[in-house]
């Protein structure tokens, strides 16, 4: 791959952290919030860029939970397994919104709308179960709760 055919985000994200040492992860950072994931041509093009094996950045993709490398619907859903949810319910709520959306457990709808995914926790324990929809936390709910919350979504989604 020539250099010039980089995109210049890319390109920019890279020559913002390339001197730096160890910055792989916050290149990969802000290529993430660009495009809500980190596609593999842009890996290929982090990995000509800084110089780094394509093997690494695939470690660092896929060690750290917090990257994706498959692209995530348009409204994202997390369910958070941490303990305190776990013990107020949460999976109940993983299994009604992997039901609904027709899901295994994990993953993007067929139609690209919702991604959900399972997360360790949120932080808002008091507040457990928590899901975080697009975003916004939404504490102490139950299966009927999150999927009278996506019906929203969906209802908002179809009158656009």
């Known amino acids: 791959m020539q250099t010039n055919t980089v995109s210049p985000d890319v390109a920019k994200a890279v020559q913002k952290w390339q001197k730096k040492p160890g910055s792989l992860i916050m290149a990969l950072h802000e290529i993430q919030s660009r495009y809500g994931y980190v596609p593999r041509e842009v890996s290929m093009e982090v990995a000509q860029l800084m110089n780094v094996p394509l093997a690494r950045i695939y470690e660092v993709l896929t060690f750290y939970n917090y990257f994706r490398i498959d692209p995530p619907g348009k409204h994202n859903v997390s369910v958070c397994l941490g ?12 299994t009604a919104l992997a039901q609904t959306l027709s899901l295994n457990k994990d993953g993007t709808t067929a139609d690209g709308e919702f991604h959900v995914e399972t997360v360790r ?14 975003g916004v936390t939404h504490g102490k709910v139950t299966p009927t709760t999150v999927l009278a919350t996506i019906e929203e ?6 009158a656009q």
């Open 83 to 94: 303990t305190a949810c776990y013990l107020k319910g949460s999976a109940s709520v993983q």
């Open 121 to 134: 926790c949120v932080g808002c324990c008091g507040l457990a179960p928590v899901v975080v929809i697009d």
């Open 153 to 158: 979504l969906k209802k908002a989604q179809a």
